[in-house]
């Protein structure tokens, strides 16, 4: 009998035929037939194994995943200040769940938090017949008919960042992604009382009464009241533009040489107030300074020592999450329904700054580079 390959013999093994069977099979002539034939068996078996793995994993053919195919649906995020450099990781969150999902997204809303242009985008996405929609409720009363309109409509909405007043969400959303707004006041306001004995204070807020950002104020005073401490804490707007702020808080400065300390309750006036603090050295004078998010020039001042912390509220998450729970919603014909989601409060200080600095990422959005980050060391308890 000549040599048979191993992986014949094997294949033909597989068939279950008897001593005689087996050996007129693999001799003589019909050793062509039997390698054919083994081949055949070899490639069926794994076709087998193929169905029977997307059989036993749910596929239901050839979606993201093991989901079956589904239209490449299309969402659409509506924001209030939609050049803002605060959302470039929350675009890149939408981005990438759009990527993962196989679906789409369109970025629209209001450069300057006007909020009839928010409407206006809004409206427009209703009628363009939108898949689902994420918007920012800045106010809590002027999107209440569009989300009525697109809900009885069948067009799935969540907010994201901002969610009306405090204990009134102002829409019939189905959920709200983003930071709880009036604790991250109240912590800022805690930690404000924690640095300061006493003295003048100021709070820029870019857009007052924008409920994206009012909340925090009015926390962050009632944590002040709260402690006690002879704080003389005032607000002031900013301007929703990052040059605006900018030379509204070098000139309030200037024009308030007793200040003790200095705050924001947006990215934008938090870089400026990093800034405007290194620029007139003021903490030689023993001016405290702080306030939100991760722009890069605002962690370069923290590490500077210009500014003592910034809060992170996760902006990638505000992106990758509304578009996960909308597509499992139009997915589950909406029986899988957006639950709530608190995107958290990370106070960063010069002590755990440098992961920021050093790596730059998507998740911040210093960088547009899809990587794979690794740590180490313990993880800090919370």
Same mark, same amino acid.
């Given at each position: 009998?000549?040599?048979?390959?191993?992986? #014949? %013999? %094997?294949?033909v093994d597989t068939l279950g035929l008897g001593d005689v069977a087996r050996r007129r099979l693999l001799s003589g002539a019909g050793l062509v037939s039997a390698t054919a034939a083994a081949s055949a068996l070899l490639a069926a078996c794994s076709s087998d194994n193929k169905s029977s793995s997307q059989k036993s994993s749910g596929s239901g053919g050839s979606g993201a995943g093991d989901f079956p195919e589904t239209p490449k649906w299309k969402f659409v995020f509506v924001n209030h200040v939609t050049t803002n450099p605060f959302f470039t990781p929350t675009q890149y969150g939408a981005q990438d769940a759009c990527a993962l999902l196989g679906c789409s997204f369109q970025w629209t809303g209001s450069k300057d938090s006007v909020v009839p242009e928010m409407v206006s985008a809004t409206n427009a996405a209703i009628s363009a017949k939108a898949d689902g929609l994420a918007v920012a409720v800045v106010d809590k009363t002027a999107f209440k008919q569009p989300v009525d309109n697109a809900l009885n409509a069948g067009i799935p909405v969540v907010s994201y960042n901002a969610d009306g007043a405090r204990g009134n969400p102002g829409t019939s959303r189905l959920a709200y992604i983003g930071q709880d707004l009036y604790v991250s006041g109240y912590q800022l306001g805690t930690r404000i009382a924690s640095l300061m004995t006493g003295g003048d204070? #100021?709070?820029?807020?870019?857009?007052?009464?924008?409920?994206?950002?009012?909340?925090?104020?009015?926390?962050?005073?009632?944590?002040? &009241?709260?402690?006690? &401490?002879?704080i003389n804490f005032k607000d002031v707007a900013s301007g929703a533009e990052l040059p605006k702020e900018l030379s509204t808080i070098?000139?309030?400065?200037?024009?308030?040489?007793?200040?003790?300390?200095?705050?924001?309750?947006?990215?934008?006036?938090? %870089?400026?107030?990093? &800034?405007?603090?290194?620029?007139?050295?003021? &903490?030689s004078k023993g001016v405290v300074a702080g306030g939100f998010d991760l722009n890069p020039a605002t962690l370069t001042a923290v590490k500077a020592g210009n500014l003592d912390f910034t809060i992170d509220q996760q902006p990638y998450l505000q992106g990758f999450l509304p578009v996960q729970y909308l597509w499992l919603y139009k997915l589950s014909g909406g029986l899988v329904a957006p639950p709530e989601t608190n995107t958290g409060l990370l106070f960063v200080t010069k002590d755990n700054v440098d992961p920021y600095l050093t790596t730059k990422t998507r998740f911040e959005g210093s960088s547009t580079k899809q990587q794979v980050l690794s740590r180490s060391g313990p993880i800090p308890h919370k």
């Amino acid at each position: 009998m000549k040599k048979i390959d191993p992986a #014949v %013999e %094997e294949a033909v093994d597989t068939l279950g035929l008897g001593d005689v069977a087996r050996r007129r099979l693999l001799s003589g002539a019909g050793l062509v037939s039997a390698t054919a034939a083994a081949s055949a068996l070899l490639a069926a078996c794994s076709s087998d194994n193929k169905s029977s793995s997307q059989k036993s994993s749910g596929s239901g053919g050839s979606g993201a995943g093991d989901f079956p195919e589904t239209p490449k649906w299309k969402f659409v995020f509506v924001n209030h200040v939609t050049t803002n450099p605060f959302f470039t990781p929350t675009q890149y969150g939408a981005q990438d769940a759009c990527a993962l999902l196989g679906c789409s997204f369109q970025w629209t809303g209001s450069k300057d938090s006007v909020v009839p242009e928010m409407v206006s985008a809004t409206n427009a996405a209703i009628s363009a017949k939108a898949d689902g929609l994420a918007v920012a409720v800045v106010d809590k009363t002027a999107f209440k008919q569009p989300v009525d309109n697109a809900l009885n409509a069948g067009i799935p909405v969540v907010s994201y960042n901002a969610d009306g007043a405090r204990g009134n969400p102002g829409t019939s959303r189905l959920a709200y992604i983003g930071q709880d707004l009036y604790v991250s006041g109240y912590q800022l306001g805690t930690r404000i009382a924690s640095l300061m004995t006493g003295g003048d204070a #100021v709070g820029f807020i870019a857009t007052p009464g924008s409920l994206n950002i009012q909340p925090r104020i009015d926390g962050a005073k009632d944590a002040i &009241k709260a402690s006690g &401490k002879p704080i003389n804490f005032k607000d002031v707007a900013s301007g929703a533009e990052l040059p605006k702020e900018l030379s509204t808080i070098d000139a309030y400065v200037q024009g308030h040489p007793n200040l003790k300390g200095i705050f924001a309750v947006d990215a934008g006036s938090t %870089e400026a107030i990093g &800034k405007t603090v290194a620029k007139y050295n003021l &903490k030689s004078k023993g001016v405290v300074a702080g306030g939100f998010d991760l722009n890069p020039a605002t962690l370069t001042a923290v590490k500077a020592g210009n500014l003592d912390f910034t809060i992170d509220q996760q902006p990638y998450l505000q992106g990758f999450l509304p578009v996960q729970y909308l597509w499992l919603y139009k997915l589950s014909g909406g029986l899988v329904a957006p639950p709530e989601t608190n995107t958290g409060l990370l106070f960063v200080t010069k002590d755990n700054v440098d992961p920021y600095l050093t790596t730059k990422t998507r998740f911040e959005g210093s960088s547009t580079k899809q990587q794979v980050l690794s740590r180490s060391g313990p993880i800090p308890h919370k």
